[in-house]
């Protein structure tokens, strides 16, 4: 994969800190399709940070979810 111009990469050591997550953790992320890497000339694997990113995002959506489930009066679902 070209990197996209403007594109920043991190270590999977700094996407695992950032997602508060374990490097296995990223792996599986990884081979899930949920977060973009790249090769870098020697061979390393360099996480995307647009994917990260997107990753955090779904994240938050997922706990914002949950929390209006537990508040009361939150959400109920549709046609409920």
Avoid: K
Wanted: aromatic share 6%; hydrophobic share 35%; proline share 4%.
């Amino acid at each position: 994969m070209i990197l996209p111009p403007g594109e920043r990469t991190l270590l999977i050591d700094d996407a695992a800190r950032m997602l508060d997550v374990s490097r296995r953790t990223v792996y599986y992320r990884i081979r899930q399709g949920r977060l973009r890497t790249v090769r870098t000339r020697n061979g390393s694997q360099r996480v995307l940070w647009s994917s990260v990113q997107a990753l955090l995002r779904e994240r938050d959506d997922e706990f914002d979810l949950v929390s209006a489930v537990e508040e009361p009066g939150g959400y109920t679902g549709v046609g409920v």
